[in-house]
T-cell receptor, first 114, second 114 residues
Framework: AQKITQTQPGMFVQEKEAVTLDCTYD???????LFWYKQPSSGEMIFLIY??????QNATEGRYSLNFQKARKSANLVISASQLGDSAMYFC???????????FGKGTKLSVIP | NAGVTQTPKFQVLKTGQSMTLQCAQD?????MYWYRQDPGMGLRLIYY???????DKGEVPNGYNVSRLNKREFSLRLESAAPSQTSVYFC?????????????FGQGTRLTVV
């Protein structure tokens, strides 16, 4: 079984500041992938960033980076220079090579304050 | 490109009625998923189909059935709708075989059971 835990139901960040959204995971598989998605108030799911369990470097995509700590089973999303448009729900998800299920956490609602 | 198309976008059902949510993807993906999203619960997996011809239960399969009609289409059926099935339903698809492939989501179906 695989499980994703997001412990921050809501977060506030000042515009232009950086923010870290927490994600911990649990799986017995050695080969897995971790994903972050953004869901604005309009409802669509937008893929942000991916980290593989065997990737040696932390993933980065523009203002998004993933702080991957394998021993601690954490995959935190860091958003630098927050913008008002970053206000949204953020979901962490994982998939393993064995089951191919895609399991999501409960999400974190981020609000960017002008 | 249409991507993942879900129909309908909105639906109101009476308790006990049945309906089928349709999902089609045009990206030649092997894997398809059905999720429900409820406030504070994140996205919970109902059923998934790792490849054409296979379906598996997810976290919350009770009260639902699925059909993988062909590689493109994956439908979700509610045989006897209950108010507890009021939710937003998302279909997603994903290429199989590589972990680093993200899932693409439909726009969602907002279902209300009265």
């Amino acid at each position: 079984a695989q499980k994703i835990t997001q412990t921050q139901p809501g977060m506030f960040v000042q515009e232009k500041e950086a923010v870290t959204l927490d994600c911990t995971y649990d799986t017995s598989d050695q080969s897995y992938g971790l994903f972050w998605y953004k869901q604005p108030s309009s409802g669509e799911m937008i893929f942000l960033i991916y980290q593989g369990s065997y990737d040696e470097q932390n993933a980065t995509e523009g203002r998004y980076s993933l702080n991957f700590q394998k021993a601690r089973k954490s995959a935190n999303l860091v958003i630098s220079a927050s913008q008002l448009g970053d206000s949204a729900m953020y979901f962490c998800a994982m998939s393993t090579i064995l089951s191919y299920q895609l399991t999501f956490g409960k999400g974190t609602k981020l609000s960017v304050i002008p | 490109n249409a991507g993942v198309t879900q129909t309908p976008k909105f639906q109101v059902l009476k308790t006990g009625q049945s309906m089928t949510l349709q999902c089609a993807q045009d990206m030649n993906h092997n894997s398809m998923y059905w999720y429900r999203q409820d406030p504070g619960m994140g996205l919970r997996l109902i059923y998934y189909s790792a490849s054409e011809g296979t379906t598996d239960k997810g976290e919350v399969p009770n009260g639902y059935n699925v059909s993988r009609l062909n590689k493109r289409e994956f439908s979700l059926r509610l045989e006897s709708a209950a108010p507890s099935q009021t939710s937003v339903y998302f279909c997603a698809s994903r290429a199989k075989g590589r972990l680093n492939t993200e899932a693409f989501f439909g726009q969602g179906t907002r279902l209300t059971v009265v």
